[in-house]
């Protein structure tokens, strides 16, 4: 449970100064098409960042905190698959890591079925 809400604040403050970087260092190197990708992970990165943090709350009150924390990881998984393969593609231009993004978004996926799961 804390394990959850350590990570989403490591990852909040991760995807703030990313976040930042991009606007100020990124804005005049990446191509208006690369800056929206990269803003893109930003986006993911931040919803899910507070998806942890929602998650490492829900996790000290549920019954079934083993399948929260195990959708945190699914979570995580997703930030490092999705956004980290934005950063990725928007920063080098390699477009073949555009192919590990829809993993990320499976993990997010799973993460949120599981979390469905645990309040039906």
Same mark, same amino acid.
Do not use: C
């Given at each position: 449970?804390? @394990?959850?809400?350590?990570?989403?604040?490591?990852? !909040?403050?991760?995807?703030?100064?990313?976040?930042?970087?991009?606007?100020?260092?990124?804005?005049?190197?990446l @191509?208006?098409? !690369? !800056?929206k990708?990269?803003? &893109?992970?930003?986006?993911?990165?931040?919803?899910?960042?507070?998806?942890?943090?929602?998650?490492?709350?829900?996790?000290?009150?549920?019954?079934?905190?083993?399948?929260?924390?195990?959708?945190?990881?699914?979570?995580?998984?997703?930030?490092?698959?999705?956004?980290?393969?934005?950063?990725?593609?928007?920063?080098?231009?390699?477009?073949?890591?555009?192919?590990? &993004?829809?993993?990320?978004?499976?993990?997010?996926?799973?993460?949120?079925?599981?979390?469905?799961? @645990?309040?039906?």
């Amino acid at each position: 449970m804390n @394990t959850l809400l350590l990570l989403g604040s490591i990852l !909040m403050f991760l995807a703030v100064a990313l976040g930042a970087f991009g606007a100020h260092a990124l804005k005049m190197k990446l @191509t208006p098409d !690369m !800056m929206k990708v990269y803003e &893109t992970g930003i986006q993911y990165h931040i919803a899910h960042a507070l998806g942890l943090l929602i998650l490492g709350l829900l996790a000290n009150s549920s019954s079934n905190a083993s399948l929260i924390v195990m959708a945190g990881w699914f979570l995580f998984a997703g930030i490092i698959l999705f956004s980290g393969s934005l950063y990725a593609l928007s920063l080098s231009g390699i477009r073949k890591l555009g192919a590990i &993004t829809p993993l990320g978004g499976v993990a997010f996926l799973i993460g949120w079925v599981m979390v469905i799961i @645990t309040l039906i």
